[in-house]
């Protein structure tokens, strides 16, 4: 029999290194062991207790180990309900669907259907991917600059970033990019709603030209708030401009609500913000209550879908269920939506004023609980725009000094220069003032000298 001995951080992630692919990714920038979790807290093996603004990459809605969350998965447990039934339905699947179709916009309701997948959100999108191309008989998908959709093939061929791409060769065909509204890095050079303005007129006019070099397409998909493309929110006018584009030409629109749906960015599904419904959208994350779950939501008009046409082993995660279930439930009762909206606009605010101390935050944006602070090196060349070079090194430093803190923050976004916050939406007034406090000293400590 082997004794358990306490093992450090050092232990674990060195045995970790040894074992592990090396695409191992979060633990190279927040190098630790987790012990428990609790709320917006994580303690790591050798008890140093850190704030988690990262929360799962937006996956823990209501922190860690919520009591609604844990009391829904301990009645699947203690009534004995199954745990794995494939799409096969049972009681705590129709609550669920009841949940989530008590959740979407009037209209959209009636025509609604639903999809379980994968269950991680690139499988989701692959069906959405899938439904469209069906449902049209067409091949060619929209997709954004600085998207991100996923790590399956089809999902990284419609993501912007290169890095992952450059050693897989056959990536899905018929894929094109159009320019996403980021306003500091206007495509256009032009930025504010000049910009927004020129991405939309780009966009129509291209579906309109015959010689286009794309053919009809099965789908435009996007992110209305881009998450790892270093949380850019779409304007407003801009998200409803590609509404009416896409509506007047019979193209599906896919929204990605993977890490912006369920509260986060002050809506409980994003695309509210602009009063535009899509065709399809695809959750996951939060969806599932911090476990595995992830469906897309579609209009049954898109429906033309064989028998089988999606299928997946684990699409029947009940304590998935059960636990998104009391999610979506304590988010709408306890409006959290409203509470992530007042909290992303205070932490806000407080970015804004580092702004003015800190010459190396060249761009604070985002949209409820999906912020970001965009590092810049305030000695560089200016663009055409303005815009100041990307820092990565910057952010990557700020990233460690809050970590030595005891604050969890994820790095991301364009030339990884962005410092992101994606902290569970309980998060209070209080707690984001100890966040602030920690990112003032770890942000002098990384730009001093
Ligand atoms: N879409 C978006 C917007 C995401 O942020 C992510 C994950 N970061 C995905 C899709 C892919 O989800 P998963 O990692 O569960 O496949």
Not at 351 to 378: C, N, S, T, W, Y
Not at 413 to 420: I, K, L, P, S, Y
Request: hydrophobic letters at 40%.
């Amino acid at each position: 029999m082997s004794i358990q001995t306490k093992k450090s951080n050092k232990q674990l992630l060195d045995q970790q290194e040894r074992r592990e692919s090396n695409a191992r990714s979060y633990p190279r920038r927040i190098p630790l062991a987790i012990r428990e979790a609790e709320g917006i807290y994580i303690t790591d093996v050798e008890g140093k207790r850190y704030i988690d603004c990262l929360a799962g990459a937006g996956t823990l809605a209501l922190g860690h180990n919520h009591p609604v969350v844990i009391e829904a998965m301990e009645k699947v447990l203690r009534d004995r309900l199954p745990l794995h039934t494939l799409d096969i339905t049972t009681e705590v699947k129709e609550s669920f669907v009841d949940e989530l179709f008590d959740s979407l916009p009037d209209g959209f309701r009636e025509r609604a259907k639903v999809q379980f997948c994968g269950p991680t959100g690139g499988d989701a999108i692959e069906a959405a991917l899938k439904l469209a191309k069906t449902a049209t008989g067409r091949q060619s998908i929209l997709t954004f600059q600085g998207g991100y959709h996923g790590a399956t093939h089809g999902t990284m061929s419609i993501s912007g970033n290169l890095a992952p791409k450059r050693h897989v060769q056959g990536l899905m065909p018929d894929t094109h990019f159009l320019p996403y509204p980021y306003e500091y890095r206007c495509p256009f050079g032009k930025g504010g709603d000049e910009g927004q303005a020129l991405s939309a007129t780009y966009i129509e006019q291209l579906l309109d030209d015959p010689e286009s070099g794309i053919l009809p397409p099965a789908a435009m998909i996007f992110e209305t708030v881009q998450g790892e493309g270093g949380a850019i929110p779409a304007p407003i006018e801009w998200l409803k401009e590609m509404r009416r584009i896409t509506k007047e030409r019979g193209i599906p629109l896919i929204i990605d609500e993977v890490q912006t749906g369920i509260g986060r960015t002050g809506r409980l599904f994003s695309f509210e913000h602009a009063g535009i419904v899509p065709d399809a959208f695809v959750l996951s994350k939060a969806i599932g209550g911090s476990l595995p779950l992830s469906v897309v939501v579609y209009d049954r008009e898109l429906d033309a879908w064989e028998p089988g046409a999606h299928i997946g082993t684990f699409r029947g995660n009940q304590m998935a269920m059960a636990a998104g279930t009391a999610t979506l439930k304590y988010v709408k009762e306890q409006r959290l939506s409203e509470h992530a909206e007042k909290m992303g606009a205070k932490l806000m605010k407080e970015l804004k004023d580092m702004q003015r101390d800190f010459p190396a935050i060249g761009d604070v944006r985002g949209r409820g609980l999906m912020i970001g602070m965009e590092m810049v090196d305030p000695e560089g060349k200016a663009s055409i725009q303005g815009s100041l070079p990307a820092d990565a090194a910057v952010a990557s430093r700020i990233q460690k000094e809050c970590f030595d803190r005891g604050l969890i923050l994820e790095v991301g976004g364009r030339h990884g220069a962005v410092v992101r916050f994606l902290p569970p939406l309980i998060i209070t007034e209080a707690q984001i003032d100890d966040v602030v406090a920690i990112l003032r000293e770890a942000t002098a400590a990384a730009t001093a000298g």
